[in-house]
């Protein structure tokens, strides 16, 4: 029946608003004391924006028929659907106080306290709503989400799996549920899920992703690679980074040949760079597994030396699953800085390994090691331009103090924030003071430093500077 309330539902489900309307109002005209028909034109109205004969709409059936929770629950979407989050909330209560066990109503307020307004004044609030909506009546999928994604991840697990029992072919459900495992380190786990999805007709390229992850942190790198080798590319990026994954692979099953191949592939349609050289540096490392020295280096050289390589360094196969590849980076470095290189690049190198072991606090350079990256960096200050002298002296600073070299650490210091721009570097130099004092005790060591700065760089500030410390 075309002027039946199913049908009116029924456009609104296939989007065809207009002619929801139009049959929703000769409805109503048929039937001017209905309130069904009043909500049913309301929600219609609501969806294309006329929220003010909406409103009025429900107002009149709440007057009908106070007792009914619907339209106070329809008021409560078109105030949070505008912003006015506070009367929504105040909707959606009256409507919970008439139907305390409604899923749907308890899942907007859970989403209402959650947003940015709200969130860490009300954080009980949403956990407590969202908890209500997956124990009550018909609960949106959405309620079991949301709720994961604010509970500790072994809880997560479980909420989710509910979910997958009340909703055991929703492809989010699933997709999210092997995430948690993924991130709890469950691989195993994870990946039986995934091969339970496919049997449903499920697979993804997010669960085909997720089980080449898990293969690869089981050291299963055939079983990745093959996992990797079934999935369609949508576009170029996910081409060059399914590829620069594979070449990971392929190093790693010690198939050398084979992962210069895919890697090269990959890094010639990187057009944009989008792998930010994580190609070069593991391409480097196939090469120097197979002694290719030569190769390796000229690879690494592909890459500017105004790159800035900074720990911890990912590889992103797919937003937020990021590969390590820290072992990579030092090991391609480490390969090639024994090599025949210019002064300024090896001394770029060396600051790399230097700041890699630094930031990851492990595998720190050895005094030999610390005076070694000294050297090359003094003798390589010649070579670079006033824009990178900030970087060297910085560097210089950093390794200094490591050796515990204070006046150099002062000198350095002082020429580093020369450099950078930074017009206060009196409020940051005093913890080098305070070492300086107690290891030297005498400050007129630091006094000589700043002249010395003086007479290499003409800058006002550090004649200001020592007029402060004379003070």
């Known amino acids: 029946m075309e002027n039946s309330l199913e049908y009116i539902q029924s456009l609104i489900n296939k989007d065809e608003l207009e002619e929801a309307e139009i049959k929703a109002r000769e409805l109503l005209k048929e039937n001017q004391e209905s309130f069904e028909c009043k909500i049913a034109l309301a929600k219609v109205l609501a969806i294309k924006g006329k929220v003010d004969e909406a409103f009025d709409l429900l107002k009149e059936v709440i007057k009908q028929d106070s007792n009914n929770y619907y339209p106070l629950y329809l008021l409560g979407s078109i105030k949070e659907n505008s912003g006015d989050f506070d009367e929504a909330i105040t909707f959606y209560k009256k409507a919970l106080d008439l139907k305390s066990d409604n899923g749907q109503i308890n899942y907007r307020l859970g989403k209402i306290y959650n947003n940015d307004k709200y969130k860490g004044k009300n954080e009980y609030s949403s956990l407590y709503h969202f908890r209500n909506s997956i124990l009550g009546d018909n609960p949106p999928v959405k309620a079991y989400l949301e709720l994961a994604s604010l509970e500790p991840t072994a809880r997560a697990v479980h909420i989710i799996q509910n979910g997958i029992n009340k909703f055991p072919l929703d492809k989010d459900l699933i997709i999210t549920l092997c995430d948690k495992l993924y991130q709890m380190k469950e691989y195993e786990t994870c990946i039986q899920n995934i091969d339970l999805a496919k049997n449903k007709d499920l697979n993804s390229f997010e669960l085909q992703i997720l089980k080449a992850l898990a293969h690869y942190r089981l050291k299963q790198y055939d079983q990745a690679f093959n996992e990797l080798e079934q999935i369609s590319y949508l576009n170029l990026h996910q081409e060059v980074n399914l590829n620069t994954f594979k070449g990971i692979l392929l190093l790693e099953s010690q198939r050398y040949l084979d992962a210069e191949t895919i890697l090269k592939k990959a890094i010639a349609n990187d057009i944009t760079n989008s792998l930010g050289f994580d190609g070069h540096v593991i391409l480097a490392c196939c090469n120097l597994r197979q002694s290719k020295h030569e190769e390796a280096n000229k690879v690494i050289e592909e890459i500017p ?167």
């Not at 005094?367 to 990178?388: A, G, P």
């Open 305 to 471: 030396l105004s790159i800035n390589f900074e720990s911890p360094f990912y590889f992103f196969i797919g937003y937020p699953y990021p590969i390590e590849i820290d072992q990579y980076f030092t090991e391609a470095i480490n390969g090639v800085i024994s090599y025949k290189i210019n002064d300024a690049r090896k001394a770029r190198y060396f600051k790399a390994i230097y700041t890699y072991s630094s930031q990851k606090n492990q595998d720190r350079l050895s005094t030999t090691q610390l005076e070694e990256v000294k050297k090359e960096y003094v003798n390589s200050i010649s070579l670079f331009d006033r824009e990178s002298l900030y970087e060297i002296y910085d560097c210089l600073y950093s390794v200094s103090m490591d050796l515990k070299d204070w006046t150099d650490a002062s000198y350095y210091y002082f020429l580093s924030q020369t450099y950078s721009g930074n017009e206060d570097i009196y409020v940051e130099i005093e913890p080098v003071l305070v070492q300086i004092n107690k290891s030297q005790k005498n400050i007129e060591k630091l006094f000589n430093i700043v002249e010395k700065v003086i007479s290499e760089v003409a800058i006002m500030k550090v004649v200001l500077l020592k007029n402060v410390f004379l003070n």
